[in-house]
């Protein structure tokens, strides 16, 4: 331990008017409170009344406060929408608008915001996170940082580290080689931490190269701590702490949530520190950072939910909403033009901001795709509605009781074992029970349980049935013996089903097996009787669409998809979407498709749609955004933060087999090429490309002029507006290097900028490029390298629309 213990990098105490402040309360602390302070409480710090510490209170938020008790707030773009727009100015006002919200609820934290790498558009929480590039995630992070910190509070950047994927998310081993995380996993967190000035970080469920990231030194002490000089808190993911003395030693300061002295970081703790395994100084460095932490934040603004806050989430979400297609010039389209206009689809009039997991937001009220068009279109046009299809949402009643003629004997295990006696046998009804983050009995532990239920179920009709079981974590049903759904594995709520022929009146042996690792504990055994009806919805949608000018059909994903703890199961829009759009444009071939997704899906009928929007989801005035951009108000700005692939196979995480691991490991083996990197060095077509969307006028390009001094430089581009509207225009910087003594990825973006700009008028973007901008990361030398030579830069609308080239000689 000694040895471990040489290079524990300690945060200094320094004349910094805060760590006096916290050297002072620090004196006071007994080893008791010291230890205390290393686990939290549900979502807070643990208060020290004696000494006047409070409790730091945290409120999960990359896109707006959630709060813990139903506080309303400000619903704002999720992350992709904020990364769609490509500018720093909308991630600042954000932040600071949440800073001001978080003041007003008065919580210390803000849980974000969340910036893990898009890895696979199966990612279950692409839509909270930014991009499938480090440099474009880690600028708009580092605004939103410093706008959440400029009121006070304190933003928690998460999750640290290689989090890419929610399937198995509390076990998974990513391995991943130095090169490829200092390049593409880590720079994103790196500017966050020293350019941002996050003062607090949360470490990641999964392992990352063997080692859980809740202790994971190389992660929280060499990188994080020593290289990076991160002075804050590093606090768990809520539930990914797996050990004491590890974590101790592993660089974290705070498991969270806590309440109990089981915690790893509570009791356990104490004992390790009074049995000499574990030293003082260690628990000394944590309880100054978190002290630090919490010091480090003051006074600022406090207002939540003023109209103020509500124009900014529309500003952005004009900003973001992304014109992927606009045949002939289909939008914008002029009201006055405009009799009736048809607004199609089950997405049309759907509010989504209060789910999708930890980051829901309860917001006042939040403007759908139908009441924006409404409103925009008043005393112009008549608007019709009709929803046409389901979103493809399953969603299954639990088995009643009434099918259970015995109950079902249920067998709880206090182990995570089937074997020997049930700690715990009774009689359950029925089975659909959501223990949140406690057990079913005061015998069975909160996490690390099983629970098996058998009994016989008599089928009430005959028909098709669909049988399924969905659970947080693992579930198995069998019927008359046999395995018919394999639902196992870590994961949030997800379902799986079978169909099944059942018999009126006959008896049916069934056995779930269930068990619960950490986090919530959720059991649903469901089934569903195919409906077999005409589809009325699908009618009512093609007479509406028939006699209308035009068509706003809305189609996506919802939460079932695009959530925490599970992955999406494909890369369709879902349910029957894509055959109903196909269907729509065929009925009206003015049908514009609008898509609101948390992430890229397949798009096979774009051909026939002859104008494409992704809204992806918007914040609580998404649908006054969308109506801006619809009839013209504004020019779409938004630019694609990922690639879209043609199909999932296409994308390099699946084309690899590399995606969702074998044995609780996942191997990165693309390397470095992940999204655009790896379509543009492997010279494939996307569907849309990084950093593309359309705009309803044109820029040119032009005078491009590069000066360098030393291993920087800077480079300018005048960009003109030479379409007859003002628009807003992100230009895109990417560097390719001639040479290299390594494989490089064919080009990086290094620089972006957006400006708005007139009819006519033309504006100069400037770049300032470090030498980080041409650097690699030597694993040998354990640093960055830049290798003399010639670098292409490349200044374009896209990664696949370069419009002027120069050349720098370092
Ligand atoms: C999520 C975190 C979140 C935490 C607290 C976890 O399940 O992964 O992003 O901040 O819960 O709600």
Redesign the pocket.
Known sequence: MSLLFLGFPKVQVDSDPVMQKVEAIFKQMTVAEKVDFCHGTG?ATRPIPRLGVPAWE?S?G?QGL?GNDGEKATYFPTGISLASTWNVDCAKKQGIAMGEEAQYYRKGVI??P?INMIRTPLGG?SF?YMSEDPFLAGKLAVNYIQGVQSQGVSA?V??YAA?SQENE?GTIDARVDERTLRELYLPAFEMAIKEGGARSI?A??NRLNGTYCAENSHLLNDILKKEWGFKGAAMS????VHSTIGTAFGGLDLE??GGSPRDFMAQPLLNAVTAGQVPMSVIDDKVRRTLWAIYSGGPGTAVANNPEHWAITRAIARESIVMLKNANSTLPLDPAKLKKIAVIGPFADLKQGGSG???SVYSPYEVTALQGIKTALEGKAEVVYAKGAETGEQVFDAIPTSAFPDGLKGEYFATKTFEGEPTVTRTDANLDFDWGHGSPDPKIPNDNFNARWTGTLVAPKTGKFILGTSSDDGSRLYVDGKLVVDNWGDH?VQGKSVQLDLVQGKKYQVKVQFYEAA?DAVVKLYWSMPNADSDPLLTAADEAAKSADAVILCVGTTHQYDT??SDKPDMHLMGKQDAFVQHMLRVNPKTIVVLFTGSAVETPWSGEAPALLEAWYPGMEGGNALADILFGTVSPSGKLPLTFPNKLADSPAHANGNYPGKNGTLHYDEGLLIGYRYFDTKKLAPKFPFGFGLSYTTFEYSNLKVKTEGHTATVTVDVKNTGKVAGMESVQLYIHPHKSAVERPEKELKGFGKEMLDAGQTKTYTFKLDSRAFAYYDVKAKDWKVEPGNFDVLVGSSSRDIRSRGVIKL
């Open positions: 979502f945290m999960d990359p959630r849980l974000g969340a929480r909270e928690c998460k999750h989090n998310r949360m990641a469920y993911d809520w539930g990914a969270m949530p997991g930890s980051s949030g986090g925490e703890g």
